[in-house]
């Protein structure tokens, strides 16, 4: 007999649902079988499958540990994350016990683009098996995963769920727009003053790129982008920058639109500018970092705690040495309440 106890993490959805997630190579007819014979039972009861489970509800399987077996698929996720070299784990900047927030690297994928992909999220997987927050079971009915993403080579915050509340909470706030995301960046040129550009932004899958322009067209996206001034120097500007929306590429096809490309673009950047910018500061991709995230003022139920709060994460050395060859500085006392 195996006993499943109903966590926050399950609570909410369907008896059936969540059973087809535990037995996840089990045919529904199984399940629905099983229910009728009571070799499945809801807190010592039959079900039909359509109860809305709570939490401390316990669900009964009367089933051998062969069939259970064989009716789960191995969780291939988990056999990456305990590959994971806990050495390289991104830096954590704030968690508790329903979020997690992390300085992801540049060069590194919020989330699988391939099944052989190691992405941030079997960084986090692995850091929460290793800490006990998670076990292999209960991953089997809800798997922690981060709430935004952010391009391979772009480095700053991105938010992750421990919890099922959480990471539905995070990803409407994330969806609606009322989570505010600031973005630092190294472009070329002299920028004066703050500025709300707009346009349409259109995608060419075939090549991985965006088109921007000034006139609507069949398949574009309106898009607005305000951006602030810090610090320049050497015609290179170091920019404070927000999405009023967020599409693919949005600040790097922008703002090169606008005859500012951000520094190391491989896409949208300059090339020539680009190859000297390698020798002279080993830069190799654009200099781009997500440094700012602000809750909204009245987040719901369990997240209520960090309502209006802001989190900071300072760029990595790449950045901070490439604006200092510019002779742009920038330190630890430019993060926080009193700083940008």
Same mark, same amino acid.
């Given at each position: 007999m195996k006993l499943i106890k109903v966590t926050q993490n399950e609570a909410g959805q369907r008896l059936d649902k969540l059973l087809a997630k535990y037995l996840n190579k089990a045919p529904k007819s199984f399940l629905y079988k099983m229910l009728r014979k009571k070799n499945i039972t809801l807190n010592g009861r039959k079900a039909a499958g359509n109860e809305k489970t709570e939490v401390g509800d316990e669900i009964r399987l009367f089933l051998s540990d062969e069939t259970v077996d064989s009716f789960t698929e191995n969780i291939k996720a988990v056999d990456q994350a305990k590959a994971v070299k806990m050495d390289g784990m991104p830096e954590i900047i704030y968690e508790d016990g329903h979020i997690v927030l992390i300085n992801k690297p540049a060069g590194m994928l919020s989330q699988k683009a391939a099944a052989s992909d190691v992405s941030l999220v079997e960084y986090l997987i692995s850091y929460l098996l290793r800490k006990g927050d998670i076990t292999e079971e209960t991953l089997k009915s809800f798997r922690p995963s981060v709430c935004n993403r952010l391009d391979r080579n772009t480095s700053g915050i991105v938010a992750a769920g421990k919890s099922l509340p959480a990471l539905q909470i995070m990803a409407e706030v994330f969806k609606d727009r009322s989570i505010h995301k600031d973005y630092l960046t190294l472009v070329w040129g002299h920028i004066d003053g703050t500025r709300k550009i707009q346009g349409y932004l259109k995608k060419d899958?075939?090549?991985?790129?965006?088109? *921007? =322009?000034?006139?609507?067209?069949?398949?574009?996206?309106? *898009? =607005?982008?305000?951006?602030?001034?810090?610090c320049e120097s050497q015609k290179v500007t170091l920019l404070k920058v927000r999405l009023i929306t967020g599409r693919s590429h949005q600040i790097r096809a922008h703002l090169a639109s606008v005859g500012h490309p951000i520094l190391g673009d491989a896409k949208y950047g300059d090339a020539v500018q680009n190859l000297t910018l390698k020798k002279a500061a080993g830069v190799t991709h654009q200099l781009l970092h997500s440094y700012r995230l602000q809750m909204p003022s009245d987040l719901p139920g369990p997240l209520e705690y960090l309502s209006g709060k802001t989190f900071y994460a300072a760029p990595p050395e790449n950045f901070c040495r490439a604006a200092g060859s510019f002779g742009i500085k920038i330190d630890q006392s430019m993060f926080g309440e009193d700083g940008i």
């Open positions: 899958k075939a090549r991985n790129q965006v088109v *921007i =322009s000034s006139r609507m067209s069949e398949g574009a996206l309106p *898009i =607005s982008t305000e951006y602030t001034p810090v």
